[in-house]
C-alpha cells in the first residue's frame, strides 16, 4: 500500500557507505519514477525520483564512507546535507542506509549525519543477508541509543520497503547528535572555534562544523572566504596543537569509534563462531587466489565474448532480415526519387546497421549486470589491483577503469571519487583505451565477416578469442600508457586503496532487466539521434553533386539497357501472352539472353553508381585523406567512414553502410553490410578488405578516441582543454603506429 507523504515532507536525502544497497533501496522506493542530472558546477550524477504514491523527491546521494571529503563526490555528499549547493536545499529528512552484516563501521557515518541536526532515519539494510551470515541486531536498543528511528529492510526482496516509507512520512524531529567526546585538549580548542562560525551556521551544528573545519584540509579550505577570521582562528589552533603535540586530527575518528565501538558490541549479535569462514570466504579463496584469480577472470571474459557472438545470432538475423524487409516495403509504398532514396539507402540503411547489434550490446551488459549484482566485479576490482600498483596506478582507479567496460563516459566522471588529483588526471587519460560497448558493433562486423567460425581445440571460438584478444590489447595499453604517465609527467607513489568486497548474492532479475533496458534506450535514441542524422548526411554526400559520365561508361551504360530492351521485345513478339507453356526453344533462348543481358546491365548500373559515389563530395574527401591512411591499408571509404566516426565509434558501420547502399544499383537486391565489403574490390580486382586489412581497422579502433562526448566529459572533469588534445593525440599515435605495423609486418610476411 502507498504512504503519502504530509506536505512539509519535500525533499528525502539517501545517504550511506558503498555497496549498501543505497541504490537498490532508492529504485524500490521510488520505481520508474526516476531522472539524473547534475549538481550545479560539477559534473557528479544528481540522482533523483518521486516516491511512488506522493510527490516527495527522494534523492540518492553519492556513497561516501565519512562526511570529512577526500574527493568531489564526497564534497557533494556533504554539501547537499549541509545545504550549500545552489538551488538545493538541505533535506527534509536524511535516511541513513546501513549494512546491517557491517554495523561497526557504517555507523561512523551515521554519527555524523545526527551531528548535523537534521531529521534522520536509520535503513537497517540488507538484514536477508545478515540473517543468512547469523547475524541478528537490537532494533530497539540501536533507535534508543542514537535517538532516531530505527526501520530493517530488504531492499533486493522489497522487505521493509513500506515500513520506510510511513517512517519518512512522519518525520522524526532534528536529531540532536549522541554525545560522543573527542580528547580534551582538542574539546578546549572547539569552543572558541564555534563562537568565531557566522550567524546562519545552526546551534546544533556548530560543533560539528568546527571539528571538521580543525580535522578535514578541505574543510577548513571552505571557510577561506566565507569566515576569514574562523580560518585563521583554525589555522592557529592547529600550530598549537601541533606544538604540544596532539594528534587532533585523529581526534574525530578516535572519539567516534570509542562511542561506536561499545554500541556494536551490544545490539549486534553473531550466532556463529567469528573465526569461522563464511560461504563468501570460501569462494574468494578461490576467485581472488593470485593465481586462479586471474586464470578465473581471464575465462569469464573469454565466455563473455563466445556467448556475445553465439547467443545473439538469431535476434540479429531477425533485425537484419527486418530492415530488409522495411526497405523493400518502402521501395514498393513511394515513388522513385530522392525521398526514396534518402529514407531507404540513407536512413534506414545506416540506422539498421547499426541495430543489429543491439542483442550483443544488450548481452554484454547483462553479463556485466550479472557480475555487479552477485559481487563479482568487486572481486575483479581487487584481482586487477595488483596489477596496477605495479604500473603506478592507484588501487582507487580500478572502479573508473571497469566502468569504462561499458563506456568510457561513466568511467571518466567515476574518477572524480580520487581524492590524489595525479591519479584523477592519470586515470581520465588512460580509462578511453579500455574496450567499451560502442566498440563492439565495429568488432563484431569484421570479426563476423573474416575471422573463421571454428573453435581451438573445438572448445574456445576463434571470433570469441579475437574479440577477448581486442579488449585485453586497450587494457594492456592502458597499464603502459599509465606506467608512463606515472614515470615521466606525474611523479610519485600512487595513492592507497581500501576496498570492501561485498558477500555474494543472487542476482534479481527484476533490476537486472531494468539495467538492460536503460542501456537499450541509450543505444536506441543514440542511433536514432545521431546516426540517423548522421546517416542522411552521409547519403546526401555520397550522392551529390551529380555528375557527367565518362564517354566511354556512359556508352556501356547505354549499350546495356538496349540490349535489355531489344530481348524483352524480342520475346513480346514471339509469346504476347506471356505464357511459358507456349513458348518454344526459340522463346528460352531468348529468356536467356535476358538474363545474360540484365546481368550485364546491372554490372555496368553499379560501376554507374560507384562513380557516383567516388565523385560525391564523401568520395572526394575520402580520396583526399586516403594517402595519409593507405599505409595502414585503409581505401577512401574507410577513411572517410574513420573521419565520419569520430562522432561516436560505431558510426563508422553506419558510414560504410550508406556509402555501400549508395554505390549500389536501387534495383538490385540488397546485400548485408558484411557481405557487401567482402564483395568489395578495387579495379584490378584485388579486395579491398582482407582480413588482414580488417585486423588493421580493429587495432585501429582499439586505440583511437573516436568519441568527440568523451573529449568533451574529459574537459568539463579536467576544465581544461589541454589534456583532452594529449589524449587524443596520444591515442591517435598508437592507434596510426600499430595499425602501421600489423598491416605492413602482414604484407611483409605475405599475408596481405
Not at 526501520?151 to 522487505?159: K, L
Not at 531507404?344 to 542483442?359: I, M, T
Not at 593507405?630 to 574507410?638: A, Q, S, V
Request: charged share 20%; with cysteine; proline share 6%.
Amino acid at each position: 500500500m502507498d504512504v503519502l507523504a504530509p506536505a512539509t515532507v519535500r525533499t528525502i536525502a539517501l545517504a550511506g557507505n558503498p555497496n549498501v544497497g543505497k541504490t537498490t533501496l532508492f529504485n524500490a522506493l521510488t520505481g520508474s519514477h526516476q531522472k539524473v542530472a547534475n549538481y550545479p558546477g560539477v559534473t557528479v550524477e544528481r540522482k533523483s525520483g518521486r516516491m511512488t504514491g506522493s510527490d516527495v523527491e527522494v534523492v540518492d546521494l553519492p556513497g561516501t564512507y565519512s562526511l570529512n571529503p577526500k574527493s568531489i563526490d564526497e564534497r557533494v555528499a556533504f554539501d547537499a546535507l549541509v545545504g550549500r549547493i545552489a538551488g538545493e536545499p538541505a533535506p527534509d529528512v536524511v535516511v541513513c542506509v546501513v549494512d546491517a552484516t557491517n554495523l561497526e563501521r557504517n555507523l561512523y557515518l551515521v554519527t555524523q549525519v545526527l551531528d548535523l541536526g537534521l531529521p534522520t532515519v536509520v535503513a537497517l539494510n540488507m538484514t536477508d543477508a545478515a540473517t543468512e551470515a547469523g547475524i541478528t541486531v537490537d532494533v530497539d536498543a540501536l533507535a534508543a541509543t542514537l535517538g532516531v528511528p530505527v526501520v530493517e529492510t530488504a531492499a533486493r526482496t522489497g522487505d521493509g520497503i513500506d515500513r520506510l516509507r510511513a517512517a519518512v512520512s512522519d518525520p522524526p524531529a532534528p536529531a540532536t547528535g549522541v554525545g560522543w567526546d573527542v580528547m580534551p585538549a582538542v574539546a578546549d580548542a572547539l569552543g572558541p572555534l564555534q563562537a568565531l562560525l557566522p550567524d546562519d551556521v545552526p546551534a546544533e551544528r556548530r560543533r560539528s562544523e568546527a571539528l571538521g573545519a580543525l580535522t578535514s584540509d578541505p574543510l577548513l579550505a571552505a571557510w577561506e572566504s566565507r569566515a576569514p577570521a574562523f580560518h585563521r582562528a583554525v589555522l592557529d589552533a592547529r600550530a598549537e596543537l601541533e606544538a604540544r603535540p596532539v594528534p587532533y586530527k585523529m581526534a574525530e575518528m578516535t572519539g567516534r569509534y570509542g562511542w561506536i565501538s561499545p554500541v556494536a558490541a551490544r545490539v549486534v549479535r553473531q550466532a556463529t563462531e567469528s573465526g569461522e569462514a563464511t560461504v563468501s570466504d570460501r569462494i574468494d579463496a578461490v576467485v581472488t587466489h593470485k593465481l586462479w584469480g586471474p586464470l578465473i577472470f581471464g575465462g569469464v571474459l573469454l565466455l563473455i565474448f563466445q556467448a556475445v557472438f553465439t547467443w545473439a545470432v538469431p535476434a540479429m538475423d531477425a533485425i537484419e532480415w527486418l530492415v530488409g524487409v522495411t526497405g523493400e516495403g518502402l521501395r514498393t509504398t513511394l515513388p522513385d526519387g530522392v525521398l526514396e532514396d534518402v529514407l531507404v539507402e540513407g536512413a534506414l540503411s545506416g540506422v539498421g546497421n547499426v541495430l543489429v547489434f543491439l542483442p550483443q550490446i544488450l548481452l554484454l551488459f547483462f553479463f556485466l549486470g550479472l557480475m555487479e549484482d552477485t559481487g563479482y566485479m568487486a572481486r575483479t576490482a581487487f584481482i586487477m589491483d595488483r596489477a596496477m600498483r605495479r604500473v603506478g596506478l592507484s588501487g582507487a582507479s580500478v572502479v573508473p577503469m571497469l566502468s569504462a567496460y561499458a563506456c568510457a563516459i561513466p568511467g571518466i566522471m567515476a574518477a572524480r571519487t580520487l581524492a590524489d588529483e595525479r591519479d584523477r588526471i592519470i586515470t581520465i587519460m588512460v580509462v578511453p583505451l579500455q574496450g567499451c560497448s560502442a566498440r563492439l558493433p565495429v568488432y563484431v562486423l569484421f570479426i563476423a565477416a573474416f575471422i573463421p567460425s571454428g573453435a581451438l581445440w573445438g572448445v574456445v571460438g576463434y571470433q570469441g578469442l579475437a574479440m577477448t584478444s581486442l579488449y585485453v590489447l586497450g587494457t594492456l595499453m592502458a597499464f603502459v600508457s599509465a606506467w608512463v604517465l606515472r614515470r615521466f609527467v606525474f611523479k610519485g607513489e600512487g595513492s592507497s586503496f581500501v576496498m570492501e568486497l561485498p558477500p555474494y548474492r543472487l542476482p534479481q532479475p527484476r533490476y537486472l532487466w531494468r539495467r538492460m533496458w536503460d542501456r537499450a534506450k541509450v543505444f536506441v535514441v543514440r542511433a536514432g539521434k545521431i546516426i540517423f542524422g548522421l546517416s542522411i548526411v552521409l547519403w546526401f554526400m555520397a550522392s551529390y553533386p551529380k555528375v557527367d559520365l565518362p564517354p566511354e561508361l556512359a556508352a556501356r551504360s547505354a549499350q546495356a539497357d538496349a540490349a535489355v530492351q531489344a530481348a524483352t521485345e524480342s520475346l513480346v513478339r514471339i509469346n504476347p501472352s506471356a505464357d511459358p507453356e507456349l513458348e518454344g526453344s526459340d522463346a528460352a533462348s531468348i529468356r536467356s539472353a535476358i538474363e545474360e543481358a540484365d546481368t550485364q546491365r546491372l554490372a555496368v548500373q553499379n560501376e554507374v553508381a560507384s562513380y557516383q559515389v567516388q565523385n560525391s563530395l564523401i568520395g572526394r574527401f575520402g580520396h583526399a585523406i586516403e594517402p595519409v591512411l593507405r599505409p595502414l591499408g585503409f581505401d577512401w571509404k574507410i577513411s572517410a567512414g574513420i573521419v565520419a566516426s569520430f562522432a561516436a565509434r560505431e558510426v563508422i558501420v553506419s558510414a560504410l553502410a550508406t556509402i555501400y547502399s549508395a554505390g549500389a544499383d536501387a534495383n538490385e537486391e540488397s546485400l548485408a553490410l558484411r557481405d557487401a565489403i567482402k564483395a568489395d574490390t578495387y579495379p584490378d580486382g584485388t579486395p579491398v578488405f582482407t582480413p588482414l586489412v580488417a585486423v588493421s581497422l580493429m587495432v585501429f579502433f582499439v586505440f583511437a578516441l573516436q568519441c568527440m562526448s568523451t573529449l568533451a566529459i574529459a574537459k568539463r572533469e579536467l576544465n581544461s582543454w589541454v589534456w583532452p588534445a594529449v589524449m587524443w593525440g596520444y591515442m591517435f599515435g598508437l592507434a596510426y603506429v600499430f595499425s602501421f605495423a600489423i598491416y605492413q609486418g602482414g604484407k611483409l610476411l605475405g599475408l596481405g
